[in-house]
């Protein structure tokens, strides 16, 4: 069962292909990861999955439905750059929104998920009084109070400090639990790594990932080499001209080598042992954010050794 | 349409526009808009020109004959006519100065007089000055010719008050002229040159079994009533639905119409903003015709507001805000700024005042083609024909339902295409649109 089936949809705005041939299955009750690097069709496919934008080919069935109207009620979302009427009383603003997905929302209940955000004193107050992260949290709250089952957030956590982004996340969590469906855009790796059940990464409009992390590492392979070497400066210098190395990061504590798939790994430790003394050696998966540079990312700085 | 949105939307832009300093602002500024021209006329009356003016006066008639009776006039009017009862100065004081006409054989002479008397006039030394050809006795010849005219030459475009004189005083000089061969006495020729006066005179009322002309307030009543009507439908149409247009650009700007067009269609929520704003444009009329009705009740006049044009007024009233409404709506989805809707907003403006250009005409004759015309037109249907409904003759049954008609018509055409448009516009971010993309996104939604 799933809460949002995506076939082959193409967007085209003034000649510009935003999303071509996208095609995606969200099942119910999970959290879906949204990547990709800014213009790549994100929020444009969030858009056509909110009812906003139509496709201009292809098919968006929403909780089971392709009419446009059908699921709005049970659909949220909440956009990227957040929109909230500056004038207007917090507490109605809350009570708009949620009346706009055909809610109504009691002043019990407003107070209740204020005071769940630390935002209990504030809502009385203007929007415009807001810090953005109180607005923020606000945005989230008119995004929720209606209870739906699919929710859409475009970059939930951007702009948060990192006590505001665990309460987020906790929230996030709380609504899935509830048995609600998310679907979320980050470009936060460490949160969507932690955060989805499945991760998308789209690019230039296309599907370039699509699975859960595992499955996404498995097909990336475990082609780097994560370690600790400690030694003359120089030593850590001489790192990308070891054979089979076909890039280095260098974390200041910590080195990462991304190693060709042929690359002989004991023989790498060996030439490792001979610049310096190896404090750590581990074989592991590129992370998200790994597989997110390869893909999006300019191309690799350092060449690969000679001989690979 | 989903009402239950549309209502809640409607009510948010009610309330938000109710709570504005805009609209309280508006409230207390429109009965000054309104009152402003009857205000000038008031200040106008204690502010009146007293300054002295000279007049220069070339008299070619044989003898220079109608000076003397000019010189007298001004006399007159010095003596009687620029002040008050108790003294105080209401009007100007005029000098006239005789001048030698120049040769009339020598044009180059009289052209050096007229360049001279010009130069005086430019320097704010002379008010005018006059000539009065040298056959304006005996009347014969081209009427049109120098000889025949009196010529009054000046800057000052907007004074009458010297050339009324003029006017009221030498036909009279000149008949006694001419008629003084008859041998009739001075007295006898004011006597038959005297003009009947015509008068302006209401209908015959009768109270308490007297039977008494109209008072000058009962005359001018259907007048005042239907222009204070279109005034108060054509304001507070403005009031009301013009803030849509920075409404919907802030809507854009702040991404709130991401959010809202995720739980509501672009039409209803365009619908939810005619509403709210028809809703502020009946406020504000209710306030506006308790307080006009206050007056025509306090002057006696309250009897030439009836029931029926107050009915056609309210209906207009809220065809017009949803007209208006609907171009505002679809000129701030066009636009990304407030400098862009300006341009924008410049031909919805002219086309949405035009039948007040009208005006005038309309008052002047409201049975003409044209006003029957303006009135049967659906975008001044409203202005004209709440005029001709209010105003007598009145119009006949038919017209009305006819113009209702028209500009109901007209009013979902315009809802139709400005939601077309809204539907595109709305969500268009950096680059405004222009008017062929407009027309497109019309056309093709």
Known sequence: MYAIEVEHVTKTFDGHVAVDDLSLRVPVGSVYGFIGPNGSGKTTTLRMIARILYPDRGRVAVLGSDDHEAASDRVSYLPEERGLYRQMKVVDVLRFFARLKGFSASRAEIQRWLERLDLAKWGQQKVEALSKGMSQKVQFIATVIAEPDLLLLDEPFSGLDPINAEVMRELVLEQVRRGATVLLSTHDMAMAENLCDTILMIHRGKKVLDGTLRQIQEDHGR??????????????????????????????????????????????????????????FEVASPSLHDIFLRIAGPAPSASPAPGV | MNMSK???????????????????????????????????????EHNKDTSTYQIAIIDRTPGEALYPAIAAAV????????????????????????????????????ATQRLNLSQRVRGGELLAFVEIGKNVLDGGGNPFSDDNIIRYSSNRLTFYE??????????????????????????????????PAVTQSGLIEQHGGQVTFESESKRAAPLIVSVVMIMIMFMVAMLGTSPMVGNVIEEKQLRIAEVLLGGIRP?????????????????????????????????????????????????FSVVTTFLYGSLFAATGSACTNIKEAQSFMAPVMLLIALPLFFLGPMITNPTSNLTVGLSMFPLSAPIAMMLRIAMPPGVPTWQPLIAAAGVLLATIFCVWAAGRIFRVGILMQGKGANYSTVMRWMLRG
């Open chain 1, 223 to 280: 082609d780097v080499l994560r370690v600790r070497l400690s030694g003359p400066p120089q030593a850590r210098q001489k790192l990308s001209a070891l054979p089979g190395v076909m890039q280095v990061t260098d974390f200041g504590n910590v080195q990462e080598l991304r190693t060709a798939p042929d690359a002989d790994r004991q023989n790498i430790l060996a030439q490792l042992m001979a610049l310096g003394n190896v404090e750590h």
């Open chain 2, 6 to 44: 549309t209502l809640a939307v409607a009510s948010r832009e009610y309330w938000a526009a109710v709570r504005s300093k805009s609209f309280l602002i508006g409230l207390i500024l429109m009965p000054v808009w309104m009152g402003g021209g009857l205000l000038a006329a008031k200040l106008g």
């Open chain 2, 75 to 110: 006399a007159h009017h010095n003596r009687y006519e620029i002040a008050d009862s108790n003294g105080k100065p209401t009007g100007p004081v005029f000098v006239v100065e005789p001048i030698i006409p120049a040769d009339p054989g020598a044009a180059a002479a009289v």
């Open chain 2, 162 to 195: 010297f050339i009324n004189l003029l006017r009221e005083a030498i036909p009279s000089a000149v008949y006694q002229h001419r008629f003084a061969s008859t041998g009739l006495s001075r007295e006898k020729l004011d006597q038959m040159l005297r003009t």
């Open chain 2, 267 to 315: 039409f209803d929520l365009m619908m939810g903003k005619l509403l709210g704003g028809c809703g502020v444009a009946l406020t504000l009329n209710a306030i506006f015709c308790i307080g006009a009705y206050a007056l025509a009740w306090r002057f006696g006049v309250a009897g030439d507001i009836t029931l029926e044009s107050f009915g056609w007024f309210v209906f």
